[in-house]
């Protein structure tokens, strides 16, 4: 799987957006980027993922740029309940044993 | 409604003994894994199963043993060999190797005594 970097901490207001930076120089053409985040002393949730497309759900926007080495996670108008850990995982949708890791992620603290 | 449920949410365990951590799952998922995080790290993958009666180890397995009876069950023992047990454990199933269906459960924090 590519290598993944994130800033180790951000703070957002609430209301405001919360953009959330991941650098993944080495993907490869057929690996996606995904998003989970923890919430404390829970599990992971998954949020989004895109391969190379920008990509919007009920709960956030990917944004993945054009040479695919770095993405940003949206969060048009974040809340004091989406303070979490946030993880960018690359790689392929489906590979038998290539499972899902998770580095450090980006600490979000909303703030009112 | 559909889940995954991890037992108990807290486990007190005294030094040299064996204990285990359920998980079971009703979603009708294939795979199933299990992860170990300390304070302020990442998810370290200790075990998973694609399907019943095979499981492989994972980045941390030692000290650790698993078991795959039945598609909805991935009980997981650790053992005295784990020389640093105390940390919060987090079971998840998935529909095949899909990356984006994890499915987590709330987890079993252990403390060693």
């Known amino acids: 799987d590519a290598k993944t970097t994130q800033p180790p901490s951000m703070d957002c207001a609430e209301g405001r957006a919360a953009n959330l930076p991941c650098n993944h120089s080495t993907i490869s053409g057929n690996e996606y980027v995904y998003w989970y985040r923890q919430i404390h002393s829970q599990g992971p949730q998954y949020i989004i993922h895109?391969?190379?497309n920008n990509e919007t759900n009920e709960m956030a926007s990917l944004i993945i740029t054009e040479d695919r080495k770095s993405s940003t996670l949206i969060l048009p108008h974040a809340t004091l309940r989406d303070t979490a850990v946030y993880y960018c995982?690359?790689?392929?949708?489906?590979?038998?044993?290539?499972?899902?890791?998770f580095g450090g992620g980006t600490r979000l603290m909303v703030k009112p | 409604d559909g889940g995954i449920t991890q037992s108990p949410k807290y486990l007190f365990r005294k030094e040299g003994q064996n204990v285990t951590l359920s998980c079971e799952q009703n979603l009708n998922h294939d795979a199933m894994y299990w992860y170990r995080q300390d304070p302020g790290q990442g998810l370290r993958l200790i075990y998973y199963s694609q399907i019943v009666n095979d499981f492989q180890k994972g980045d941390i397995a030692e000290g650790y043993s698993v078991s795959r009876e039945k598609k909805e069950s991935f009980p997981l023992t650790v053992t005295s060999a784990q020389k640093n047990p105390t940390a919060f454990y987090l079971c998840?199933?998935?529909?095949?190797?899909?990356?984006?269906?994890?499915?987590f459960g709330s987890g079993t924090r252990l403390t060693v005594v």
């Open positions: 995982i690359v790689r392929v949708a489906s590979n038998a044993g290539n499972m899902l890791t």
């Open positions: 895109g391969l190379k």
């Open positions: 998840a199933s998935s529909m095949s190797l899909r990356a984006d269906g994890y499915t």
